[in-house]
């Protein structure tokens, strides 16, 4: 993309073009494009009917007498220069005549003075295109002013924000491995009520489980006898196991394996929920909403309490609690917006360079202002 034009430049063309307009004002037709406007027709007949048969006369006459009324109206207005009348009205009459050949040469006699009307429609292109440019500018410098003035300074650092997303995204890892241990490590009759007990608290979002069903399992997989050493020691996945077992291996392990079998398929589909592949638990995140996220916790706190092996995730969780009523989750969530709406403004908030920057954007904003106030609108130069 080419360089924006000076104003030096800029100041060039206007008057340039100003001082063509003088010149083409002294003609009648030319400086409001009269002129250019019938020649273009008249080339443009030639053009469709230079290849005519004479069956297309008629639409010819019709063409040129539309192109003739439009010449006698400007020469009742005075709007056109009796010699510019007298050359069009000759090359329409020859062209009427099917002399195309003198009727474009006639047309072609106006050439020089539609170049100068066609260099000063440039040059006022041009102007009016960096004229413009320069009133983007300001429009855009106004906004940047504007959104600078409203940016306030972040309650965190940009670091802090990502060390608390740190710590939500350690608590998510530490959670979702001790759900794993509990399902891989703990024996099943004990680790099966837990997910029990956390299903009653429904912002957890485990799957719902029939308690009668359940514990008919549970019964049966604590009892103290060859059931609890078969299958109640194993991890619940272990345990799932059972069901690819035939009758007669069953009956070697437990003696009458039915119950088992039918109690597993009665609880079949929230076992397999819980050992499906993924996150089991809902996810902290810095993105939720304060209470969200602090009812999140509260119920991921409580179930890691009743799982068998998760020191580190009550830890962390515990952290996050404690984070979240010190108010400094509110904080990190607060600034975490400022440093995605605002990018590197916050940024400069937080680091006190923000007002320096204003002043450098109305520092700008003025020499714009005074670049477009040396310069004559465009519509004054036609």
């Known amino acids: 993309m080419a360089d924006a034009p000076t104003v030096a430049e800029l100041q060039s063309l206007a008057d340039s073009a100003a001082a063509l307009s003088r010149k083409l004002k002294k003609t009648q037709g030319l400086s409001e494009g009269h002129v250019e406007r019938i020649a273009s027709a008249i080339e443009r007949i030639l053009r469709d009917y230079g290849g005519a048969s004479y069956r297309q006369y008629r639409n010819l006459v019709r063409d040129l007498d539309v192109v003739a009324a439009d010449v006698t109206r400007l020469e009742k207005e005075k709007a ?23 009727g474009r040469r006639l047309v072609d006699r106006l050439g020089k003075v539609r170049a100068q009307a066609r260099e000063r429609d440039r040059l006022l292109a041009d102007y009016r295109e960096g004229y413009k440019e320069i009133e983007r500018e300001i429009a855009r410098l106004k906004a940047e002013r504007d959104r600078l003035r409203t940016v306030r300074k972040p309650p965190m650092s940009e670091t802090d924000v990502e060390r608390v997303r740190t710590m939500l995204r350690d608590a998510n890892t530490a959670i979702n491995a001790a759900i794993i241990a509990e399902l891989h490590g703990v024996p099943c009759h004990l680790a099966l009520p837990t997910f029990l007990e956390g299903s009653r608290d429904r912002r957890l979002l485990l799957p719902p489980i029939p308690e009668d069903d359940a514990l008919t399992l549970f019964v049966l997989l604590s009892d103290v006898g060859p059931m609890r050493d078969a299958f109640g020691n194993r991890g619940v996945h272990g345990l799932l196991e059972a069901l690819t077992y035939s009758d007669a291996k069953l009956a070697h392990l ?32 810095i993105d939720l909403s304060l209470d969200a996220l602090r009812e999140r916790t509260e119920s991921l706190q409580r179930f890691a309490e009743h799982l068998h092996d998760a020191g580190e995730a009550r830890d962390r969780i515990r952290a996050v609690a404690e984070r979240i009523s010190a108010g400094d989750l509110a904080k990190a969530q607060d600034a975490d917006r400022g440093y995605r709406v605002s990018g590197d403004a916050a940024r400069r908030a937080w680091e006190g360079t923000l007002d320096p920057a204003i002043r450098e954007v109305e520092r700008d904003l003025d020499r714009a202002a005074k670049d477009l106030a040396s310069l004559s609108p465009p519509d004054r130069l036609a």
Request: aromatic residues 8%.
């Open 254 to 285: 437990v003696g009458d394996g039915r119950p088992l079998r039918a109690a597993l398929n009665a609880n079949l589909p929230w076992l397999k929920a819980i050992t499906a592949p993924g996150n089991l638990l809902p996810q902290l995140g």
């Open 80 to 102: 056109l220069h009796p010699k510019f009348v007298r050359t069009l009205d000759a090359s329409l009459l020859r062209i009427r005549k099917r002399d195309f050949f003198l």
